[in-house]
């Protein structure tokens, strides 16, 4: 095996490994920022070379950059910088061992959905006001909970309005959403949202286009 110092291994990884993946300039950097900072760590805990890493120091370095408060989805990032460093070194013969066979990659945590506040929903209203099709937009988010994308993706005959409007809880309409995968699903619409798409459909610009609602591309 090779005798390589960190930062001789660092050079060849940048000179043999990244270019024969043709990767992207801003990926390129990530591995070599995250790969350098492994390095300075493991300089701090008296290594001189790669052929000492083992799993207990990678999953040491994981847990500093823990503490540091970096998201799991950072972490995560690193971990794999790390896996392609050592695969490569280990590929190419110049370690023994790949010390992150069995390197658990972080989680990364899932973000409790916020809600808006009755004040924030008032003031949202009444910077579209007097824009319907805004109106309707925001209505239809914040009272289905559809994904952005979902939305983006219905047409006019999705949505069934009641012929009368009203307050009524057993008066409601509704949405086919169209999901990944071709899934489909049907969510009511409550008062508040089936006002703001009759006020929208009122006033949609006629167009050979089925969407929902028209942007200036379509």
């Known amino acids: 095996m090779d005798t390589l110092t960190f930062s001789q291994a660092l050079a060849l990884f940048e000179s043999v490994y990244m270019p024969s993946r043709n990767l992207s300039s801003r990926t390129r950097v990530e591995y070599k920022t995250d790969v350098a900072q492994l390095i300075a ?36 990032r690193k971990a794999a910088s790390l896996r392609a460093f050592f695969g490569f070194l280990h590929a190419a013969g110049h370690i023994a061992q790949d010390p992150t066979q069995g390197l658990t990659p972080p989680q990364i945590e899932r973000k409790e959905p916020r809600f808006l506040t009755t004040q924030e929903y008032q003031a949202l209203l009444r910077a579209c006001s007097h824009q319907p099709r805004d109106a309707a937009l925001i209505e239809l988010l914040l009272q289905t909970g559809m994904r952005l994308s979902e939305v983006a993706r219905l047409r006019v005959d999705d949505i069934e309005l009641p012929g009368r409007i009203t307050q009524d809880p057993a008066n409601t309409g509704s949405v086919l959403v169209h999901g990944k995968g071709r899934k489909q699903r049907t969510l009511p619409l409550n008062y508040k949202a089936c006002r703001a798409l009759k006020a929208w459909l009122a006033v949609r610009p006629q167009s050979e286009s089925r969407a929902l609602f028209l942007t200036k591309f379509r």
């Open 41 to 76: 760590f493991l300089d701090a805990q008296g290594l001189t070379g790669p052929q000492g890493v083992t799993l207990a120091h990678l999953q040491a370095f994981l847990a500093h950059l823990d503490e540091q408060g970096l998201a799991g989805v950072t972490r995560r």
